[in-house]
């Protein structure tokens, strides 16, 4: 069973910069899709960034020139970094994978990580 541990999460100022951090273990293979949503009371959870094990990224518009997702293949572990940070990104970020391509329906989710951008 794939478990995802987040980290990097707190408090930034408007305009501020976070660095979140993904670790996957259980996994027996290289984890094909590995990405982060957010979510904000009272809505859906949205995707931001995400990124497969060759490089092919997707981003949301809010996140496009601020945020920049990478990873660490070696270690199944995901970032997100996010600079110019406004309060609209406040949300709580949650880490997803998806070890298969082909199998979408197998998805595995972090715990969460709170990221408040306030002054």
């Known amino acids: 069973q794939v478990q995802l541990i987040e980290s990097g999460g707190g408090l930034a100022q408007p305009g501020g910069s976070l660095r979140l951090s993904c670790v996957a273990s259980?996994?027996?293979?290289?984890?094909?899709?590995m990405g982060w949503f957010r979510q904000v009371p009272g809505k859906q959870r949205e995707l931001v960034a995400d990124?497969?094990?060759?490089?092919?990224?997707n981003y949301a518009d809010s996140a496009k020139g601020r945020f920049a997702i990478s990873r660490d293949n070696g270690k199944n572990t995901v970032y997100l970094q996010m600079n110019s940070l406004k309060p609209e990104d406040t949300a709580v970020y949650f880490c997803?994978?998806?070890?298969?391509?082909?199998?979408?329906?197998?998805?595995?989710w972090g715990q969460g990580t709170q990221v408040t951008v306030s002054s």
């Open positions: 997803r994978a998806q070890p298969y391509l082909w199998k979408r329906e197998e998805l595995h």
């Open positions: 259980g996994s027996d293979t290289l984890i094909a899709r």
């Open positions: 990124m497969t094990n060759n490089g092919n990224t």
